[in-house]
Nanobody, 119 residues
């Protein structure tokens, strides 16, 4: 099993920055990809950014140029540096990890962390 613990959310003024962290613990064979999703009230959960085991990255258009996803292999942690935050970035952000276990490929989710951009 792979467990995820997120941190780093909070309230920030528009134009501000936040850094989200998500640490994985437990046991797994390998991690295929790590990513961040968000869900705003009344909306579906959407992918914000993802990074693969080969360090390829993928960003939603809304995040390009403002957010940076990175990972620390040793600490099994994925980060998302968010800059120039806008009110429309307000959402609960969820960490996701796709990993390989004994029986195949699995998805694990973090508990979610609230990000609010408001004056």
């Amino acid at each position: 099993q792979l467990h995820l613990v997120e941190s780093g959310g909070g309230l920030v003024q528009p134009g501000g920055s936040l850094r989200l962290s998500c640490a994985a613990s437990g046991s797994w064979f390998s991690i295929n990809a790590m990513g961040w999703y968000r869900q705003a009230p009344g909306k579906q959960r959407e992918l914000v950014a993802a990074i693969t085991s080969g360090d390829s990255t993928n960003y939603d258009d809304s995040a390009k140029g403002r957010f940076i996803i990175s990972r620390d292999i040793v600490r099994s942690t994925v980060y998302q540096q968010m800059s120039s935050l806008k009110p429309e970035d307000t959402a609960v952000y969820y960490c996701n990890v796709r990993w390989n276990g004994v029986m195949g490929e699995y998805d694990s989710w973090g508990q979610g962390t609230q990000v609010t951009s408001s004056s």
